[in-house]
């Protein structure tokens, strides 16, 4: 089956400007996380979805980066004002958690930030 | 809070040599453990697993066991083809809070066999 999709594979943008970037889930995988990738480092925790609801939301640098996932699928992440400390690669990736505990995470190919 | 350290790259080996890559952690809570793998232009895939000590968890000829009384978690293969090159992250996470607080990763390992 399809995995996790993330639209677009690149996006260059003017600082200042508005961003939106895209994922797709495994289709049924209840959960949704949202990484961000710097250059030579480790992905970092932003935020966290069960269902429409985002259960943690503590990774969020500040409050120009927000996230949806209004009907428990598709999320997006918006990103206001960029400034070029946000590029990076930003990732997404899906489980399954329920009651028998947490899933094993896909990610997603991510989408490449560069704001000029 | 959660932390992963792991060793800093880039370890480059030849062919057929013996791997070891290092991975201590620190963690609020019961972990789950992780090694993720990144090859080149592809996205992060996960290698293997093990959710409670003394669990071993192995894929590809790789191996890492779970070891709670030195908090670690440390990748080993015997021998490595360069096809193994990639970059290798150590993760963790804590199921105690139905994965809310994500995946914790490490900086990464390049590896790099060379025939």
């Known amino acids: 089956g399809a995995g996790v999709s993330q639209t677009p594979s690149n996006k260059v943008t003017e600082k200042g400007k508005y961003v939106e970037l895209r994922c797709d889930p495994i289709?049924?995988?209840?959960?949704l996380y949202w990484y961000r990738q710097s250059l030579g480092q480790g992905p970092e925790f932003l935020i966290y979805?069960?269902?429409?609801?985002?259960?943690?939301d503590s990774g969020l640098p500040n409050d120009r980066f927000f996230a949806v996932r209004p009907e428990g699928s598709v999320s997006t992440l918006k990103i206001q004002r960029t400034e070029r400390g946000d590029s990076a690669v930003y990732l997404c990736?899906?489980?399954?958690?329920?009651?028998?505990?947490?899933?094993?995470?896909?990610f997603g190919p991510g989408t490449r930030l560069t704001v000029l | 809070g959660n932390s992963v350290t792991q060793m800093e790259g880039p370890v480059t080996l030849s062919e057929e040599a013996f791997l070891t890559i290092n991975c201590t952690y620190t963690?609020?809570?019961?972990?789950?453990l992780f090694w993720y793998v990144q090859y080149p232009g592809e996205g992060l895939q996960l290698l293997l697993k093990?959710?409670?000590?003394?669990d071993k968890g192995s894929n590809k000829g790789f191996e890492a066991t779970y070891r709670k009384e030195t908090t670690s978690f440390h990748l080993e293969k015997g021998s490595v083809q360069v096809s193994d090159s990639a970059v290798y992250f150590c993760?963790?996470?804590?199921?105690?809070?139905?994965?809310?607080?994500?995946?914790?990763f490490g900086k990464g390992t390049h590896l790099i066999i060379q025939p």
């Open positions: 990736a899906s489980s399954w958690n329920g009651l028998a505990g947490v899933g094993e995470q896909f």
């Open positions: 289709s049924g995988h209840t959960a």
């Open positions: 979805f069960q269902g429409t609801g985002a259960a943690d």
């Open positions: 963690a609020t809570g019961y972990p789950s």
């Open positions: 093990a959710t409670k000590a003394d």
């Open positions: 993760a963790l996470i804590t199921a105690a809070g139905g994965g809310a607080d994500g995946l914790t």
